[in-house]
C-alpha cells in the first residue's frame, strides 16, 4: 500500500493485482528452473517478486524488491499474509491450529496438536523488515464475509495482534519501508516448517537476511541446473 495514496495492489497478478480504472495492468512472469519472478511498474514503482526452495532447509524464500522511480520519498507498507492448514483440509483443521509469536524473531509461530502428523512440526511465517503490526486471525484480516481481493486488513491502519487458539488462522505480518527518489529496497519473506522453535529460528538465521536470501535462491537456481 502506498501510505500517501492509500493505493494497495499485490506484486503478484492475484489476488489483488493493481488495476488503472477498474482494468488490470500488465505484469512480467517468469517460470524458470528453481526459482519464479512476477514484475510489475506502475506509478513509479517497480516491484520484483521472486520465489525459490533452497534444497538444504524447507522453507519458501520470498524476495521482494521495490524501486522508487519517482523523484518524491514513497513509504509503502507491505504486508505478507497466508492460510494456515496444517492439515488435510483447512475447514476441517482450522478449529485445532495454535498460533503464537516468537518474540525473538517476530515470526507468527503455528502447530497442530491434535494431527500427529503435524504435531511434531512448527510452521513460521517471517518478515525481514521490523514487524509494525500483526494478526493470526484470518476473520481479523479478511473480514466476515471478504475475500483476498480487497482483505478488510489492508484498510486498517494496525493489524490487532491476535493469536492463540480457537479462531480461524492465518499469518500475516507488516512492515513499513520508506524509498528515496531512485532507492531500491529488498524485504525477504519466509515461509516454512521446522521441528521446534529453535530450528524455525536457526533457518530464518540462515535465509533470512537480504543477501542469504540471494545466495540460497542462487544454489536453487544452480541445483536445477546441475
Not at 78 to 103: F, I
Not at 121 to 148: C, K, M, Q, Y
Amino acid at each position: 500500500r502506498d501510505d500517501a495514496t492509500g493505493r494497495s495492489f499485490a506484486p503478484t497478478p492475484s489476488p489483488q493485482p493493481a488495476r488503472d480504472r477498474d482494468e488490470p495492468v500488465p505484469y512480467h512472469v517468469v517460470h524458470a528452473p528453481g526459482r519464479t519472478t512476477f514484475s510489475h511498474s506502475r506509478h513509479d514503482l517497480t516491484t520484483e517478486l521472486s520465489m525459490a526452495v533452497p534444497a538444504a532447509d524447507p522453507v519458501k524464500v520470498t524476495r521482494l524488491r521495490m524501486t522508487n522511480d519517482g523523484t518524491a520519498e514513497r513509504t509503502i507498507t507491505v504486508t505478507s499474509y497466508v492460510e494456515l492448514v496444517l492439515g488435510a483440509e483447512r475447514e476441517h483443521a482450522r478449529h485445532q491450529l495454535h498460533t503464537r509469536r516468537d518474540e525473538r524473531t517476530g515470526a507468527l509461530l503455528a502447530q497442530n496438536l491434535f494431527m500427529e502428523e503435524f504435531a511434531s512440526r512448527v510452521a513460521f511465517s517471517w518478515i525481514s523488515e521490523p514487524v509494525t503490526s500483526f494478526t493470526a486471525s484470518r476473520l481479523h484480516f479478511v473480514g466476515r464475509n471478504g475475500d483476498l481481493s480487497d482483505p478488510a486488513g489492508l484498510a486498517r491502519e494496525t493489524l490487532d495482534g491476535t493469536t492463540g487458539a480457537g479462531d480461524d488462522p492465518c499469518a500475516a505480518l507488516r512492515c513499513s519501508v520508506t524509498l528515496a527518489p531512485g532507492e531500491t529496497r529488498e524485504v525477504v519473506i519466509l515461509l516454512g516448517a521446522a521441528a521446534n522453535d529453535d530450528e524455525a529460528r536457526a533457518i530464518i538465521d540462515r535465509c533470512g537476511r537480504p543477501e542469504l536470501a540471494r545466495a540460497v535462491t542462487q544454489q536453487a537456481v544452480d541445483a536445477w541446473n546441475a
